[in-house]
């Protein structure tokens, strides 16, 4: 009998325990029910269905034919797409090194109380308003070899001054990447401003009477301090580095040759101008991998970690 009435018990505190999972805060669950149904439907059912038709034989239009892994061995065949991932790992590494630093430099310098701080840091900031359509363009009338600044140099006398690296298949990623960080370094140089006003004034006064230099108080203090405004920098930097498509497009085309091009405009190439669906998904799918194989360990260390501490 006593048995029948614990089991009883449990049952009726299970049933309590799901009664207010579900009916707790019901206004907060309605409220973000059409967020929840968009993410499912958008964002998880579309990333299902390019994996899915990125293993079919899909041409100009979807199809459910199954080829297994055709269309990955195809792609790892490919010269275009392994020049293309080179390029992207290349352009990723430089673009988000130099930013952070050149950004931080950049904010440490601004920190000085420099007079009309704030019409530098608005000039500084002004690329990030482009687009990077505008961006490329612009840089790329600055490296035409004809028109540009080689030209003007020349005609100025400097017959030997060379800045065509558009022109120049082992020398166009660093073209995309000079014309990178002249849009995107303003930006992270706000981001950094912004996370060193926010330092206590009282750990600038423990340094200065401890007599520490004042970069070793910034690299080995205040830097450490500003984690999670470098954490928002990198995400938001390597966001559009693996997003990188209308800058190529603008500046290079992927040219010369395909000496510049990158993931993004293989896939849209082969989706909306090859005629080629399964192929363009396949490299999206690699392109979403990576991603997954780059945040989940961080995403992991990061939250993963503290509840264990």
Request: aromatic share 14%; glycine share 10%; proline share 3%.
């Amino acid at each position: 009998m006593t048995q029948v009435s614990h089991g009883t018990g449990e049952q009726s505190g299970v049933a309590r325990f799901f009664k207010q999972l579900f009916t707790r805060n019901l206004s907060a669950k309605f409220a973000a029910t059409p967020m929840v149904v968009t993410v499912l439907v958008v964002f998880v059912g579309c990333t299902a269905w390019t994996i899915w038709y990125s293993f079919t034989g899909s041409r100009l239009l979807p199809n459910n034919t199954f080829v297994g892994l055709d269309q990955y061995e195809r792609l790892f065949a490919t010269s275009r797409w392994n020049i293309s991932v080179r390029n992207l790992f290349v352009f990723g590494i430089l673009s988000l090194t130099f930013t952070l630093v050149i950004g931080f430099v950049l904010a440490v310098l601004m920190d000085q109380k420099i007079r009309f701080e704030s019409v530098f840091r608005t000039i500084m900031l002004y690329p990030f308003a482009l687009s990077f359509i505008v961006t490329g363009l612009v840089w790329q009338w600055i490296m035409n070899p004809t028109l540009g600044l080689q030209g003007t140099m020349r005609n100025l006398g400097w017959e030997s001054f060379r800045f065509d690296w558009i022109a120049q298949s082992d020398m166009v990623i660093y073209a995309l990447l000079i014309a990178g960080l002249w849009q995107g370094t303003g930006f992270v140089m706000v981001l950094m401003l912004a996370g060193l006003r926010g330092i206590d004034e009282e750990i600038w006064k423990a340094a200065r009477v401890d007599g520490i230099p004042a970069w070793r108080t910034y690299l080995f203090i205040v830097l450490p301090m500003m984690r999670g405004v470098l954490v928002t920098a990198v995400v938001i930097v390597g966001s559009g580095i693996v997003r990188l498509y209308d800058l190529v497009v603008a500046l290079t085309k992927g040219g010369p040759g395909i000496a510049s091009e990158v993931p993004a405009k293989y896939v849209y190439d082969y989706m909306f101008t090859a005629g080629n669906i399964g192929q363009g998904l396949a490299a999206s799918t690699m392109m979403l991998l990576t991603v997954m194989i780059i945040i989940i360990p961080w995403a992991y260390l990061e939250f993963g970690g503290r509840g264990k501490k």
